[in-house]
């Protein structure tokens, strides 16, 4: 399930299925819970004081009102080289701290967010998507009613999926991947990045590295027709950690629809 937290652009609805959920930002003030799924005492820190203390096995609520409140240092009461820390702003999770040299055979804590909910939890890989891979079975639709050209300017390998079932995979290129599609008459076209979680560096080395998600994209088709294209984008006080997916349609002189696909910011200029 891929968990969208942000605002619609235009005013366009989101289509869900049993894999996608579009969740609206939340206004300060909001309060998240946060579970302590370790056998550690952690204290919380904000803003260079620690403001609670969470028992294993605990959950508790946090408030957050107002920008910049939401960034979150965690420390093992016991041990307090386990540590990890998050970042989370009108409702989600918009990243987590990124361990760039993990030791063999060394626990680590680090933050899940799902439904909302923080989980602290331990691991031996805190990278992204904790080092797990998803296996993809492609399967394409078996009576589609055209093929399009969809063109992947991202740096994300990417799922496009239709009916909880996934119709193609475009790696990233440095440039651009591009790989044929079939269409249905009518439907949702969803686009995702494979993996949940991506390594962020900023290449000015004036932001910490971070682990961050990428909100998804779909097109609509009607009649054989791209008719909408919707994203999911965040607001700009949470840069440079809102990645969003979106989608532009170009119509060749050979009158064939081509989707290219790209990666954007509120604030492009941050990358």
């Known amino acids: 399930m891929r968990e969208y937290y942000g605002e619609l652009n235009g005013n366009f609805e ?14 300060y003030k909001f309060s998240f819970e946060l579970h302590n799924s370790t056998n550690y005492t952690l204290m919380l820190e904000r803003k260079c ?19 910049g409140n939401g960034k979150i240092f965690v420390y093992a009461k016991e041990d307090q ?23 063999y055979n060394k626990l680590y804590i680090a933050p899940i967010f799902k439904k909302g909910i923080i989980t602290i939890v331990t691991c031996e890989d805190c990278s992204p998507n904790f080092n797990t891979k998803s296996e993809y079975n492609i399967t394409p639709l078996e009576e589609p009613t055209r093929m399009i050209e969809f063109c992947n300017h991202t740096p994300y ?12 995979i475009i790696e990233a290129n440095k440039e651009r991947t591009s790989k044929l599609v079939g269409i249905p008459l009518n439907g949702i076209i969803y686009i995702d990045t494979v993996f949940e979680e991506t390594t962020w560096k900023d290449s000015r080395s004036v932001y910490e590295s971070a682990i961050l998600r990428v909100n998804g994209c779909f097109i609509k088709i009607n009649n054989g ?43 492009y200029r941050l990358d």
Not at 157 to 167: E, T
Not at 243 to 260: C, G, M, P, Q
């Open 14 to 27: 989101y289509i869900e299925d049993k894999n996608h959920k579009f969740i609206p930002w939340k206004d």
């Open 49 to 67: 004081y620690i403001f609670a203390t969470v028992e294993p096995k605990e959950t508790i609520q946090i408030w957050v009102d107002g920008w």
């Open 225 to 267: 027709i791209c008719s909408e294209r919707v994203t999911v984008i965040g607001p700009a006080l949470s840069e440079p950690y809102i990645r969003h997916l979106y989608a532009s349609l170009e119509k060749t002189f050979e009158y064939k629809d081509i989707v290219n696909i790209w990666c954007n910011t509120i604030d």
């Open 81 to 103: 080289n386990l540590k990890c820390n998050f970042e989370i702003e009108r409702g989600c999770m918009i990243k987590r701290n990124l361990v760039e040299h993990m030791e």
């Open 157 to 168: 390998d990417l799922i496009i999926s239709k009916d909880n079932a996934v119709v193609q």
